[in-house]
């Protein structure tokens, strides 16, 4: 679908704006008509940790997504997906929730060398020679 609104010049920020105010209007109503009440957290780690899903976590790792594909195209940074649970544990590690392990360092490792494996151009001309 990304690759669909990009050959088509949608507006990645608007597209964006458009789809999570309908998510957001479709979770107000149905929690509204579920009998649902709000309160708004007074929470300061709970704002911050909002803005950062929403805005570093959602969008602009969504924007970054939607560059990737239309510079290497969709079938290549497909595979860059591969990559997220690394970028979650070093993120994790970072914000003190987790603690780095040698499972961890060796999952990280592993996704990176399977993804310079995918994407890595062979040599074709190399490779039927003995």
């Not at 507006?11 to 999570?20: E, I, K, W």
């Not at 970054?64 to 591969?82: C, H, P, R, T």
Request: aromatic share 14%; glycine share 8%; net charge neutral.
């Amino acid at each position: 679908m990304s690759l669909f609104n990009s050959n088509r010049g949608t507006h990645p920020v608007l597209a964006n704006t458009f789809g999570m105010a309908g998510a957001v209007l479709f979770l107000l109503f149905y929690t509204l008509i579920q009998g649902q009440h709000y309160t708004v957290p007074t929470d300061v780690n709970f704002w911050i940790g909002l803005l950062y899903l929403s805005v570093l976590a959602s969008f602009l790792a969504w924007m970054f997504y939607v560059k990737l594909i239309q510079n290497i195209g969709a079938s290549e940074s497909s595979y860059m997906v591969a990559m997220f649970p690394a970028i979650g544990g070093i993120a994790s590690v970072l914000l003190g929730e987790s603690q780095l392990s040698m499972s961890l360092v060796l999952g990280i490792v592993l996704a990176c060398f399977g993804v310079y494996l995918a994407l890595r151009k062979k040599d074709v001309s190399n490779s039927y020679q003995h």
